[in-house]
């Protein structure tokens, strides 16, 4: 009996190996199949998406063709229209010209109050020298000569054997037409106009385009000095020395002696501390007239030792204004410098007797004085 249990315990454990391994065997081919199943949802939701996009860009492309087309026929038809409307405008043109001639034939034409005796004598003579012609020649002739003959001046033109037709109408001569031309400025009054601007600028304190503008006139007009100067006050003023000394050389260049522009170069290089400089630049300009520029040309040579330069203009300076102690006092000290003391002794009394010297400049006025035996 155990045998044969163990025998069914086999079978039955044999049965049950079937059986689990026929429903493997099942499950199997289901799960496949699901997992099938799913790929073709998902490949088919791909295609849909993929050809949902392809219709989407063919139907822009498509719309995008469209206003192509429907722009491309708009500016067809405007061009079709500005031809039509240009040569509607030539044809009543050349219609209104047709009518000027036709006026002026009809004006030309001789008035009806032509002498009866004279064309009958007339029309006789043509027909003794006319035999041998035609019939339209002779009517055309005899209408020719009628025509010429009825013509009789008035008063006014007894004098004047030409005949001279009827003025034509003006409305007819006229021809209708707009013209529209573009007068070329010239380069001064191009010049002004930015100068006029600049000026503009300046005052709501756009510097910037003020100095572009300067820099149009110059380009235009290398020589107009106005603008040269307020663009180098302009550099001067965003601490662009070196450029300022430029643009005023060039102008100096241009047009010397140019005694405005030689002094505004000369303050830039005594404030930048280069007395020299300032003072070979005025040098050509010592006898001019100007206190500003006699001033600085004083000082610097004062500066420089040059005491002969100094006189010179102190005493330029003296007859510009007399009552000014300061200039006596320059003039004073150079020619002290000099040696020449008697007139520098002289110079020192002017000073004090002008009366209007610093409290400094009148003790060492007096100082000097006493030193050199007053």
Known sequence: MSVINQMLKDLDKRQSEQQSAANLAVSGPT????SKLILVIVTAIIMLN??????????????QLRMQVQQETMRLAR???LAAAEKNKISA???LEAKVPMAMVTSSLPSSNSSPKDDSTLESDLQQKNENKSKSNNIAAKMTEKNAVSIKPSPLQATDNSIEPEPVNTTLQAKPSLTISRRQLSPQALAANKISEAEQAMERNNLAKAEALFEE?????????TARKQLAAL???KKSYRDAINLLSQGIALAPPAPEMRLMSARIYYQQGQARQAYNILRPIKTSDSAEIQTLLANTSAELNEHTSAVSAYRKLITLAPDVGRWWLGVAVSLDSLGNFVPARDAYKQAIARNNLSSSAMQFARERLIELGE
């Open 31 to 34: 799960k496949n199949s699901n």
């Open 217 to 225: 006139v110059l380009l235009v007009m290398p020589e107009h000095e």
């Open 79 to 81: 061009e079709q229209s």
């Open 93 to 95: 043109t050349k219609r």
């Open 50 to 63: 993929v050809a949902g996009i392809f219709s989407w860009q063919l139907y822009s492309e498509n719309q």
């Open 235 to 237: 550099w001067y003023g």
